[in-house]
């Protein structure tokens, strides 16, 4: 097994055991809230916006472990934002991860009030953190909260439904991707540079990194779902040659970036690599 694959499997596990942890099913008369919970958590995707906070953490020689809780608060973002998503008023999907989406398999109103918790939750978990400072956790509920936001993936959600049945430009499509896509690698990399206490311009490198990671692994995304989606997509501007030509050269700007950080970041490459390559 390469190096990489075993990495992101003990993380994987890792992560499973610790959202297990957080979230155990409870006797408690609203049980169902966390039944529902654990359905849209487990099995889970390929967790990649923890395991990137993970690695950047490890690339800056910190122990990950001791974060398992501030990376678990990223998988429930995404996890609400797809359970959303799924929902009737957004892109109405009956399926998620080869199995029924959440609101087929609860109700729509449990799936809106998972969604929600998940959400809050994700911040209770940062709040009660046991490795980091105080300040710490106002900046990390500071940057998640701006990546998830109106200016972030609400904001790139709200675009997307917006300009569902009207003329989307290029510039445009690239804005919504990185508002939907890249918000949440951003947000990764920005909480991993505040847990390790990086320099300004460590962060911005690993920021920058983040948003070019994020576009290239969406339009990826797009051109392997060419006969599935109906919406607009990258293949609406480029043949798939040239868009996948853009996706080398965004991870190429992205891998740019990494180059002026303190410690060697063969992993975090590796890892980009692997995302890329995968999608
Ligand atoms: C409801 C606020 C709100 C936002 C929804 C998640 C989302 C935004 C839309 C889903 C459609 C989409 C293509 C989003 C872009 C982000 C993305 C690539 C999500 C899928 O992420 P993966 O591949 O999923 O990491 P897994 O299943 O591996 O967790």
């Given at each position: 097994m390469l190096?990489?694959?075993a990495?992101?499997e003990?993380?994987k596990?890792?992560?499973?055991r610790e959202?297990?942890r957080?979230l155990?099913?409870?006797?408690?008369?609203?049980?169902?809230?966390?039944?529902a919970?654990?359905?849209?958590?487990?099995?889970g995707?390929?967790?990649l916006r923890?395991?990137?906070?993970?690695a950047?953490?490890d690339t800056f020689?910190?122990n990950?472990?001791?974060f398992l809780?501030?990376a678990?608060s990223?998988?429930l973002i995404?996890t609400y934002s797809?359970?959303?998503d799924d929902?009737?008023c957004?892109?109405?999907d009956?399926f998620?991860r080869?199995k029924?989406?959440?609101h087929?398999a609860?109700s729509?109103a449990?799936?809106?009030?998972?969604?929600?918790?998940?959400?809050?939750?994700a911040f209770q978990v940062?709040?009660?953190?046991s490795?980091?400072?105080?300040?710490?956790?106002?900046?990390?509920i500071n940057a998640?909260?701006k990546?998830?936001g109106a200016l972030?993936l609400?904001?790139?959600?709200?675009l997307d439904?917006l300009?569902?049945?009207?003329?989307?430009?290029?510039?445009?499509?690239?804005?919504?991707?990185?508002?939907?896509t890249?918000s949440?690698?951003?947000a990764?990399?920005?909480?991993a540079?505040?847990?390790?206490?990086?320099?300004?311009?460590?962060?911005?490198?690993?920021i920058?990194?983040g948003?070019?990671?994020?576009?290239?692994?969406q339009?990826?995304?797009?051109?392997?779902?060419?006969?599935?989606?109906?919406k607009?997509?990258?293949?609406?501007?480029?043949?798939?040659?040239?868009?996948?030509?853009?996706a080398k050269?965004?991870y190429?700007e992205a891998i740019?970036?990494?180059a002026?950080?303190?410690?060697p970041?063969?992993?975090?490459k590796?890892l980009?690599?692997k995302l890329?390559?995968k999608?």
């Amino acid at each position: 097994m390469l190096k990489i694959d075993a990495y992101i499997e003990e993380k994987k596990e890792l992560l499973d055991r610790e959202l297990k942890r957080l979230l155990p099913i409870q006797e408690i008369p609203q049980k169902k809230l966390f039944e529902a919970a654990n359905y849209a958590l487990h099995p889970g995707g390929k967790r990649l916006r923890p395991i990137l906070f993970l690695a950047t953490v490890d690339t800056f020689d910190e122990n990950s472990s001791d974060f398992l809780d501030i990376a678990c608060s990223l998988e429930l973002i995404h996890t609400y934002s797809l359970i959303h998503d799924d929902l009737p008023c957004m892109d109405n999907d009956d399926f998620r991860r080869n199995k029924p989406s959440l609101h087929k398999a609860f109700s729509e109103a449990d799936a809106l009030l998972t969604g929600d918790f998940l959400l809050t939750f994700a911040f209770q978990v940062i709040s009660e953190s046991s490795f980091i400072k105080d300040d710490q956790k106002v900046k990390l509920i500071n940057a998640l909260t701006k990546y998830s936001g109106a200016l972030g993936l609400i904001g790139g959600q709200h675009l997307d439904l917006l300009y569902e049945n009207e003329d989307l430009n290029f510039d445009l499509l690239k804005e919504i991707h990185i508002k939907k896509t890249s918000s949440l690698f951003m947000a990764a990399l920005e909480a991993a540079a505040i847990v390790v206490n990086s320099t300004h311009d460590e962060r911005e490198a690993l920021i920058n990194f983040g948003e070019k990671l994020g576009l290239s692994f969406q339009i990826i995304d797009d051109i392997l779902d060419a006969d599935e989606t109906k919406k607009v997509s990258i293949l609406t501007f480029l043949t798939p040659n040239k868009a996948k030509e853009l996706a080398k050269n965004l991870y190429d700007e992205a891998i740019l970036h990494l180059a002026s950080l303190p410690y060697p970041p063969p992993l975090l490459k590796d890892l980009a690599f692997k995302l890329i390559k995968k999608n």
